[in-house]
């Protein structure tokens, strides 16, 4: 599976992204796809994952923000992300899971919220 995540920018606190994810070589409907976020001098962290039936879980500090879902026809994933604040300032990643584990990973974009 390849992924190629884009959709990031600049914006101000309160505003609006939404992320892309593409991928090609397997259909997001036959995986958990996940989106994840890195900050300078942190570690990666989960945000939200979709799966089956568009099943969904998200990280606390994110629930009622963020929204993940898919477009099978597509074959795309995408992160609504809403109310956003400074400290949502990172590199975003969408990844895919085989085997119970993340094994495929987009490439990164970078999402900078002013304040």
């Known amino acids: 599976v390849q992924l190629q995540a884009f959709g990031g920018g600049l914006v101000q606190a309160g505003g609006s992204l939404r992320l892309s994810c593409a991928a090609s070589?397997?259909?997001?409907?036959?995986?958990?796809a996940a989106w994840f976020r890195q900050a300078p001098g942190k570690e990666r962290e989960f945000l939200a994952s979709?799966?089956?039936?568009?099943?969904?879980h998200y990280r606390d500090s994110v629930k009622g923000r963020f929204t993940i879902s898919r477009d099978n026809a597509r074959n795309t994933v995408y992160l609504q992300m809403n109310s956003l604040k400074p400290e949502d300032t990172a590199v975003y990643y969408c990844a895919a899971a085989s085997a119970g584990q993340f094994n495929y990973w987009g490439q990164g974009t970078p999402v900078t919220v002013s304040s």
């Open positions: 979709i799966w089956g039936g568009s099943s969904t």
């Open positions: 070589g397997r259909t997001f409907s036959s995986v958990v």
